[in-house]
């Protein structure tokens, strides 16, 4: 039985599908791992938004049942580093980093000082990640409060976990774009107050990246951090050549660029720090033992030329890496493509990324890293049902390769190199059905 309307959080539903998820970090280069669960046409069943189990056996009409047969049920994507008001900018052509902030990123996030724009943007974003099959997401809004605030308003509503904070920069951006430390602390806290620990969403003290913040606006930051551990902190790091050359030269008595946040107390378990391509084994012992996490963005760092990420090097130094799109930088939300990309920036380096190692990467490791592992990421009974059925193939190409693939693997990397937004059949968000309802 299929149901036409959303599917409310109270009943008790059930999805038949092949079900995929891992119960740990399945190893490098390992296409037989036994961190993979997959089990083939079983039923998920759902019961007050949350995952009461799996079986074999079809449930009893107390269930509502949605027969996915012969479709794909993943755990909802999870992408760690994104930015809502740069859907107004992907793809923009012919720029590496710092000129694409100044000619067409900065301009474009000035328009989210108009509250209209913040509500109808932050409504567009949070609408097109369901409709790529992410439904939690690490994110930067504008240095305008009212972005984060639309932000947070609108995650609540679809009922996604979010973590997200208004952008800090006090220096080195345009006029209607910068804060000052003591209105941006102001703004902090009324944000924290109002939304940190609200339903699924968190607060992330959000540092642009280091040039666009003084000293003291970095010491502010951290001064939030040191006074509440359950905040987050969301921020760039070695993202570009040019970029990193720049923060030397501001901050010449850091030893690297990622030590300014280390010495501003930035560097922490609960923070996020998108790229981390230039980093040096320093960098990556810090960061392991912070328990800080790098959130890799291949699709951005190929589209910008910035470089490219070293996550064998991460990995080995026991630095936690997720997975993330940073659209407008990324040229898509979904994260089958951004997973591509790492497979073909790995491809680059001699190295191969399984299916598993990236598929449990955008799911259950982004949880883990960001310590949402209880309640995120995975299909264990008790998380929250936050749930993506797909198609296995989307097309005649696709169709054709699954056809002849030979074994688990070999189908499920075909789906993870050849699937996007097309193949998303429903997105459920704590068990509501987000999207077409089939
Ligand atoms: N560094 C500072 N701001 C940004 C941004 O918006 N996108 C990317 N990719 N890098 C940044
Ligand atoms: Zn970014």
Not at 47 to 55: L, N, S
Not at 75 to 81: A, M, Q, S
Not at 287 to 293: C, F, H, K, P, V
Not at 385 to 395: E, F, I, L, S
Request: hydrophobic share 45%.
């Amino acid at each position: 039985m299929t149901s036409a309307a959303s599917t409310a959080a109270s009943t008790r539903i059930a999805l038949r599908g092949d079900l995929l998820d891992f119960s740990a970090n399945p190893a490098w280069g390992d296409v037989d791992s036994s961190a993979v669960r997959f089990r083939a046409d079983h039923w998920l069943l759902v019961e007050g938004g949350r995952i009461a189990g799996v079986q074999a056996d079809t449930p009893d009409a107390s269930w509502e049942r949605h027969d996915h047969r012969g479709r794909l049920i993943l755990p909802g994507f999870i992408d760690t580093h994104v930015h809502s008001p740069q859907l107004d900018v992907i793809a923009s052509y012919g720029t590496e980093l710092l000129d694409w902030l100044n000619n067409y990123t900065f301009p474009a996030e000035r328009r989210y000082a108009d509250p209209a724009q913040a509500e109808r943007g932050a409504a567009l974003f949070l609408d097109a990640l369901l409709a790529h099959g992410t439904t939690a997401a690490v994110v930067f809004p504008t240095v305008h409060k009212v972005s984060a605030d639309a932000l947070f308003a609108a995650a609540q509503q679809r009922g996604m976990r979010l973590i997200a904070g208004k952008v800090l920069m006090d220096r080195h951006a345009p006029d209607g774009l910068r804060d000052d430390v003591a209105q941006a602390e102001r703004d902090c806290i009324d944000l924290i107050d109002r939304w940190h620990g609200t339903d699924r969403l968190a607060y992330a003290v959000t540092v642009r990246f280091a040039p666009t913040s003084t000293p003291a606006q970095l010491a502010m930051a951290g001064a939030l951090c040191a006074a509440d551990a359950s905040l987050y902190m969301q921020t760039h790091v070695a993202e570009n050549r040019a970029e990193v050359e720049w923060v030397r030269e501001l901050f010449p008595e850091a030893r690297s660029y990622l030590d300014v946040y280390a010495r501003a107390g930035l560097l922490h378990a609960r923070s996020v720090l998108a790229h981390g391509i230039w980093l040096d084994a320093d960098d990556r012992a810090a960061l392991r033992d912070s328990g800080a996490q790098l959130a890799h963005s291949p699709s951005s760092n190929l589209f910008l030329g910035s470089g490219l990420f070293d996550w064998r090097a991460a990995e080995a130094s026991s630095a936690a890496v997720s997975m993330a799109s940073d659209v407008g930088g990324g040229t898509s939300l979904s994260m089958q493509r951004t997973l591509a990309d790492a497979y073909k920036i790995q491809a680059l380096a001699g190295q191969r990324l399984t299916a598993w190692k990236g598929l449990y990467t955008a799911t259950r490791g982004a949880a883990r890293a960001l310590g949402l592992d209880a309640e995120i990421g995975s299909l264990d009974t008790g998380r929250l049902a936050d749930v993506c059925v797909w198609d296995w193939a989307a097309g005649p190409v696709a169709q054709a390769r699954m056809e002849v693939a030979r074994g688990l693997h070999e189908r499920v990397f075909a789906w993870m190199t050849l699937s996007d937004e097309r193949n998303l059949v429903e997105a459920y968000v704590a068990g509501r059905a987000t999207q077409k309802s089939t």
